[in-house]
């Protein structure tokens, strides 16, 4: 029983090295215009980015599969069920985490660029101190 365990911990961590190095070559990859936009996505606060996902999932010139997203990840992780539990200790929060990150890239990914510029430059004009 302990065998499998240390397998299955293995064959996830060697996968969470595998997204990441996958994650880490598509960033090198992209333009210096993705990659601002994302920085600025990612400057936002909190409420900020849960406004930005809220007005993308409402914004008819998304698909709606894309749309669906959001409200997709809010579903998963106040779900009790996980693909892993969380009671694992790191494995169990690895999970969401990576779930989270799949997500919010495939939205910034697939979003039309004028559409998600526009919804960043609305949430940063509205920013106080900005």
């Known amino acids: 029983m302990n065998t499998v365990w240390v397998i299955a911990i293995a064959g996830v961590l060697i996968g969470c090295i595998a997204l990441g190095l996958a ?3 598509m960033w090198s990859r992209r333009d210096p215009e993705e990659r ?42 106040a779900m009790p069920i996980d693909v892993i ?21 495939l939205l910034l990914r697939f979003t039309p660029r004028s559409v998600l510029e526009e919804h960043v430059a609305r949430l940063e004009s509205a920013a106080p101190g900005r």
Do not use: E
């Open 36 to 77: 601002t936009l994302v920085r600025r996505v990612t400057r936002l606060p909190i409420r900020g980015k849960l406004r930005l996902a809220l007005a993308l999932a409402r914004d008819s010139r998304i698909p709606l599969a894309l749309r669906a997203i959001p409200p997709g990840l809010v579903l998963y992780l």
């Open 85 to 105: 539990p969380d009671f694992i200790p790191v494995l169990g929060h690895i999970d969401d985490l990576l779930i989270v990150i799949i997500g919010v890239g």
């Open 23 to 25: 994650v880490w070559r």
